[in-house]
C-alpha cells in the first residue's frame, strides 16, 4: 500500500462538514468510515448492536483502506507486492468539489496524485498496471468528457495514466476495462463468522407479512419512469406491496432498522434504477434476506461479477423495464405465479450471499470469512497476475 500525503485522503475528511453539499458527512465518516453505532430495536438483532451502524454509501473509501491497514498479507516490500493499493479518496475528493467549482478544481488534485505516483520506482516496474484505488461514488462522476465547467465531474479515468490503474468503485460505467463494480456499504459489520452465521438463520426463518416491497423517492422531474410504475403498483396493492416513500421529509429511509424492519418484511424487493443503474438499496435487500427483483442488467447483472453468482436466476428475478411501462409484464402476476419452492431456493441463495457484500469491521482481521473486501482484494491480485503474464509474454514474442 502506497504512503500517500494525507492531502490524498486523511485531510480530504478534516472538513468534514463539506464533503456533500446537501448534508453534513461529519457523523458518517465516524468508526473508520462505518458511521455511529445503532442500538437494537425490536430486538431484530439478538444482542449484537454493536455490529451494526448508520453506514452511509458513500465512506467505502474509508473502510476500505482502514481494512487494507489491517489486511493479513500486507508488505512494505514493494517489490514482494502481488498488487498496489492506492489509498486515494477518489469520491470523497470529488464529492465536496462537484458543485459550484470550475473543472481546473475538481482536476487538480487527480492530477497530483498522478505526478506523484508516477515518480516513484513501484510505478515503473509495471507503469501502475498493478495500482488499484476505491472509487466510493460511480464511475460515471470521474470521466467528465470536456473542459467545459458545466459537465459534471472530473476526468481522473480518463487521464493516460489512470487507464493503466484499476478502480473499485460501487458503480461502473462498464465500458472501461480499467473499472470495476464491488458492493456498496451496508450497515452490518461483524466481527466474526459467528454473527453472519446467526444472522442467517434469523432471516431464513423469518416470516414475512408481504410479497414485495418498494423502498426509495420518484423522481418527478423523469417523466414515466419505472418507478412511477412501481409507486402506482403499490398504492394500489397495498395488501401485497410495502412501500416506503424515500422523499426529502423522510426520516425512516436513513434509520437502519426502519429499513430492515421493512425489507425483512417482504420476500421480494423491487430494485428499479434510479438516478443511475445501481442502487445501496440491493446490499440492503440482500442483507435482509429479501430477493431482489431487478429491471435493468446493468442494475446487477452486469456490474458485481467478482460478487454475484454468474446464473442470476438463482438469486434475483429479471423484468424487463420497457415491458413493464409499455404493459406487456405484470410486476404482480410474476411475482405471485413463483412457486413456494422457487422461493424458498432463492431466498437461501440470498442468505448465503450475505458474507460476499458486507464489509466486517476494519478494526477486526477476519480470518474466519471472506467478505466483500476479501474478494475484491484476491480477484484484484489475480487480475494484476494475469496482466503481469501477458507482459511477460509480449517480452519474450518480442
Known amino acids: ?18 464533503l456533500i453539499k446537501w448534508f453534513n458527512m461529519c457523523k458518517p465518516i465516524a468508526n473508520m468510515g462505518l458511521g455511529p453505532q445503532v442500538s437494537n430495536h425490536d430486538g431484530m438483532i439478538q444482542n449484537k448492536s454493536w455490529s451494526w ?3 452511509n454509501q458513500f465512506t467505502l473509501e474509508i473502510i476500505f483502506h ?3 491497514k489491517n489486511y493479513k498479507c500486507l508488505t512494505n516490500n514493494s517489490s514482494l507486492a502481488s498488487a498496489i ?85 460501487i458503480e461502473s460505467s462498464t465500458i472501461g476495462e480499467n473499472e470495476l463494480a464491488i458492493p456498496y456499504p451496508s450497515y452490518f459489520h461483524p466481527t466474526s463468522k459467528r454473527e453472519i452465521l446467526e444472522w442467517q438463520e434469523n432471516i431464513l426463518s ?63 424487493c423491487l430494485q428499479p434504477a434510479g438516478d443511475s443503474y445501481t442502487r445501496r438499496s440491493i446490499f440492503d435487500s440482500i442483507l435482509a434476506g429479501c430477493i431482489p ?8 447483472y452486469e456490474q458485481y461479477l467478482w460478487h454475484f453468482p454468474k446464473d442470476y436466476r ?17 410486476i404482480d402476476k410474476i411475482l405471485v405465479e413463483i412457486s413456494e419452492n422457487e422461493v424458498l431456493a432463492m431466498r437461501k441463495e440470498v442468505s448465503d450471499l450475505i458474507p460476499n457484500v458486507i464489509y466486517g469491521d476494519p478494526r477486526i482481521r477476519l480470518d474466519d470469512f471472506d467478505d466483500a473486501f476479501d474478494i475484491a482484494v484476491k480477484r484484484m491480485i489475480e487480475r494484476v497476475d494475469d496482466v503481469r503474464k501477458k507482459m511477460k509474454a509480449n517480452e519474450t514474442n518480442g
Open 206 to 268: 423469518k416470516k414475512r407479512q408481504y410479497l414485495y416491497s418498494f423502498l426509495g423517492a420518484p423522481r418527478p422531474r423523469t417523466l414515466h419512469t419505472i418507478r412511477d410504475e412501481i409507486i402506482s403498483l403499490c398504492l394500489n396493492s397495498f395488501e401485497t406491496c410495502s412501500f416506503l416513500n424515500c422523499n426529502k421529509a423522510s426520516v425512516d429511509c436513513n434509520e437502519p432498522f426502519q429499513v430492515m424492519k421493512m425489507l425483512m418484511n417482504s420476500i421480494f
Open 293 to 300: 427483483v431487478f429491471f435493468h442488467p446493468k442494475s446487477a
Open 53 to 55: 451502524y448508520l453506514t
Open 85 to 169: 493499493f492506492v489509498p486515494f479518496y477518489a469520491g470523497l475528493e470529488i464529492g465536496r468539489h462537484l458543485w459550484d467549482f470550475n473543472t481546473s478544481v475538481r482536476d487538480a488534485a487527480s492530477l497530483d496524485l498522478i505526478k506523484w505516483l508516477t515518480s516513484k520506482p513501484e510505478w515503473k516496474y509495471m507503469y501502475g498496471r498493478d495500482h488499484f484505488f476505491i472509487g466510493g461514488r460511480i464511475s460515471w462522476d470521474f470521466r467528465r468528457q470536456t473542459d467545459v465547467d458545466s459537465d459534471w465531474g472530473n476526468k481522473l479515468l480518463l487521464l493516460p495514466e489512470a487507464k493503466n490503474m484499476t478502480m473499485l468503485s
Open 66 to 68: 482502514n481494512k487494507m
Open 314 to 330: 438463482k438469486y434475483s428475478v429479471f423484468i424487463r423495464e420497457d415491458m413493464v411501462r409499455n404493459g406487456k409484464a405484470n
Open 1 to 18: 500500500m502506497h504512503n500517500l500525503p494525507s492531502r490524498f485522503n486523511e485531510d480530504i475528511i478534516k472538513n468534514c462538514s463539506s
